[in-house]
Nanobody
Framework: QVQLVESGGGSVQAGDSLRLSCAASGRTFTSYAMGWFRQAPGKGRDLVAAISRSGGNEYYADSVKGRFTISRDNAKNTVYLQMNSLKPEDTAVYFC?????WGYGSYWYPGYWGQGTPVTVSS
């Protein structure tokens, strides 16, 4: 098992940046692909970004390509989501996720979820 704890959310203005962090504990961090989902008010959860166990493969939703960057530090058991040029439509609760399997695409149902961290972007 792996436990995930997110941090770094908050309220910002459009155009600002935020960096989310997710600290993982439990089984070997490099056993897991990692990612970030988000859930906007009244909507379902969507995959925003994902990164493979080695960091060699990444996925981004079209809505965040060029603005968000996912990375992982396997020495610190931490995955990050750098969010630049934030827009009001990025407002959501962001969830860190993990699973030993990820098929490198957008259809992913990870087995482990953090508690979520809210991000609010005002215009």
């Amino acid at each position: 098992q792996v436990q995930l704890v997110e941090s770094g959310g908050g309220s910002v203005q459009a155009g600002d940046s935020l960096r989310l962090s997710c600290a993982a504990s439990g089984r070997t961090f490099t056993s897991y692909a990692m990612g970030w989902f988000r859930q906007a008010p009244g909507k379902g959860r969507d995959l925003v970004a994902a990164i493979s166990r080695s960091g060699g493969n990444e996925y981004y939703a079209d809505s965040v390509k060029g603005r968000f960057t996912i990375s992982r530090d396997n020495a610190k058991n931490t995955v990050y989501l750098q969010m630049n040029s934030l827009k009001p439509e990025d407002t959501a609760v962001y969830f860190c996720v993990a699973d030993t399997f990820w098929g490198y695409g957008s259809y992913w149902y990870p087995g482990y979820w953090g508690q979520g961290t809210p991000v609010t972007v005002s215009s």
